[in-house]
């Protein structure tokens, strides 16, 4: 492993995380029709499926000025870290209950935008206890906590019933990790002392068993569970990595191998869960997003793409959060490009990862 990875700047490192032509939501509600049988999409994570929550606390991980948005409606910085969508919101138009996830911070959601699904998510935030301290988000336990007080807002409003009922028909959806790696472990030098990778990797994997049971005990029963992307595929982390940032591009393969271990022990974590819950109506699906990114990576032509190591934002190849800023240049066209800032996937490219998922989506509902 290159001594690179853990000593860059880590001011740097601080305020990222890991994190097109398509169909409007309501062409995607139509393909599908009403899905009657999914009440809700309840989410938790990191910044891929953070829809503005961190706009609520105090942390410098925002992402919710332009050129953030420029792709939403009414272009709208929301404080989600892309252009437009994220993969969460294609899956809410998907089941015919919205066109977005909202962040459960937002003090304006109704009654009827808490029933059909919310995300806890905060970017910047991990599995392991220490990752969101770094860059002051919401830590995942406390995610469990807004979603324990969520539950209790249903059952106020529309009584214990009807929103044991609605929690149990849910999907819920978790993404996160990469920080855990690229902003903890491989920058800090507090787990390296204590971990080898692969046990840091098994300690991590007690942190997600910990999540699904706190999730489980709370009545949820269809879990769908991202894995990791090929993390060294992230424009920073190959600016970081880089023999020479600017000139040699390639991910860097040791970084991604990690992950793609990583995937494996969760895969086979998740398994072992599901083994144990199916027979008392338990749905837990692993979610690959590593094959869907390195196929666009390796074959970003037949997907439309022309840049695959750079984001759109700035120079592509550091700019992330307030780096990426209404100061910062814009590429004309994000569609082109995989990434939107040097970690954050564009629209087009959570949309294509949407559709690579959208099975599992099937199969979790029925």
Not at 5 to 20: G, I, Q
Not at 52 to 76: D, V
Request: proline residues 5%; contains cysteine.
């Amino acid at each position: 492993m290159k001594s690179n990875v853990c000593r860059h700047s880590v001011s740097l490192l601080l305020l990222f995380l890991s994190a097109f032509f398509f169909p409007r939501a309501e062409a995607l509600t139509k393909q599908r029709g009403s899905n009657l049988s999914v009440s809700a999409v309840l989410v938790f994570g990191d910044s891929t499926v953070d829809p503005g929550n961190n706009n609520y606390i105090q942390t410098p991980f925002r992402s919710n000025f332009p050129p953030y948005g420029r792709e939403f409606e009414n272009q709208e910085a929301t404080g989600r870290y892309t252009d437009g969508r994220l993969a969460t919101d294609f899956i809410v138009s998907y089941v015919g209950l919205k066109e977005y996830v909202p962040p459960y911070l937002d003090p304006t959601l109704s009654l009827e935008e808490l029933m059909t699904g919310v995300s806890f998510a905060s970017g910047g935030s991990g599995f392991d206890p220490l990752t969101p301290r770094i860059s002051n988000t919401i830590e995942i336990p406390k995610q469990v906590e807004y979603f324990k007080e969520y539950r209790k807002r249903l059952e106020l409003a529309i009584g214990k019933e009807r929103t044991d009922n609605l929690i149990k028909k849910a999907i819920f959806v978790i993404s996160a990790g990469t920080n855990d790696l690229v902003v903890n472990y491989f920058t800090l030098p507090v787990r390296r002392k204590s971990y080898t990778i692969s046990g840091y990797q098994h300690f991590l994997m007690q942190h997600v068993e910990q999540l699904i049971q706190s999730l489980w005990d709370q009545g949820a029963r269809r879990i769908a569970f991202v894995g990791m992307p090929p993390i060294g595929c992230l424009p920073m982390v190959i600016t970081l990595n880089s023999d020479n940032a600017f000139l040699q591009r390639g991910c860097i393969e040791e970084l991604s191998l990690v992950a793609k271990d990583y995937n494996l022990k969760l895969q086979n974590k998740l398994k072992a869960i599901h083994k144990n819950l199916a027979h008392l109506g338990g749905k837990i699906f692993y979610v690959d997003i590593y094959g869907p990114v390195t196929n666009m990576i390796r074959g970003y032509d037949k997907f439309g793409f022309e840049e695959v190591a750079n984001g759109c934002c700035g120079s592509g190849i550091i700019e992330v959060s307030f780096l990426c800023n209404p100061n910062s240049y814009v590429c004309p066209d994000a569609s082109k490009y995989i990434f939107w800032d040097s970690i954050h996937p564009t629209e087009k490219t959570y949309y294509i990862v949407f559709k690579t998922l959208r099975h599992i989506i099937d199969m979790i509902s029925n």
